[in-house]
T-cell receptor, first 112, second 114 residues
Framework: ELKVEQNPLFLSMQEGKNYTIYCNYS?????LYWYRQDPGKSLESLFV?????AVKQEGRLMASLDTKARLSTLHITAAVHDLSATYFC????????????FGSGTKLNVKP | NAGVTQTPKFQVLKTGQSMTLQCAQD?????MSWYRQDPGMGLRLIHY???????DQGEVPNGYNVSRSTTEDFPLRLLSAAPSQTSVYFC?????????????FGEGSWLTVV
């Protein structure tokens, strides 16, 4: 069964700093998703990465995928308080197009 | 623009009671699924469906039943509620495209079993 590990699980950072969240997965997949969840809310799609070397950017967030290393990163540039949330990565199973496995999430707190 | 609608949003059950969480989507998506989210954990797949009349088990199916009689609806039934089923439940729908599946989540249903 596909395992997805995120780290760190908790991240407290100052505004203006940079940091990276890592997402490792255990078996082959070429579909990687990043989601944001605010407390008490549903999940909001951030990025969909579909191929080795894929890089996508939206504002202060940039996601990349290395399928050979089975690793995706979510890089935060010059963090602002509004980015405080929990971030999840999810991996699509290669043997079943409709199955997704989620990491445990990274709770990000950006201090003003 | 309803998207994925879940009801109820909050529910308290007694151990042994049964109930159904409703999920409906108006986007004509083929794929629907149910996840549970426990504190400090990611979402775990309970059951999913690839179309009307077709369902399959996910990672944690025990204690839950589903059916898919229409494209729009995918209810989740708790047969005999247990405290271990206290969780937040998310229904999701998705479609496949060359850009990968895009998953749309409902607002969540907070369930407490006492």
């Amino acid at each position: 069964e596909l395992k997805v590990e995120q780290n760190p699980l908790f991240l407290s950072m100052q505004e203006g700093k940079n940091y990276t969240i890592y997402c490792n997965y255990s078996t082959t997949s070429d579909r990687l998703y990043w989601y944001r969840q605010d407390p008490g809310k549903s999940l909001e799609s951030l990025f969909v990465l579909l191929s080795n070397g894929a890089v996508k950017q939206e504002g202060r967030l940039m996601a990349s995928l290395d399928t050979k290393a089975r690793l995706s990163t979510l890089h935060i540039t010059a963090a602002v308080h509004d980015l405080s949330a929990t971030y999840f990565c999810a991996v699509g199973a290669s043997y079943n197009f409709n199955k997704f496995y989620f990491g445990s999430g990274t709770k990000l707190n950006v201090k003003p | 623009n309803a998207g994925v609608t879940q009801t109820p949003k909050f529910q308290v059950l007694k151990t042994g009671q049964s109930m159904t969480l409703q999920c409906a989507q108006d986007m004509n998506h083929e794929y629907m699924s149910w996840y549970r989210q426990d504190p400090g954990m990611g979402l775990r797949l309970i059951h999913y469906s690839v179309g009307a009349g077709i369902t399959d088990q996910g990672e944690v199916p025990n204690g839950y039943n589903v059916s898919r009689s229409t494209t729009e609806d995918f209810p989740l039934r708790l047969l005999s509620a247990a405290p271990s089923q206290t969780s937040v439940y998310f229904c999701a729908s998705s479609y496949s495209s060359r850009d990968g599946n895009t998953i749309y989540f409902g607002e969540g249903s907070w369930l407490t079993v006492v």
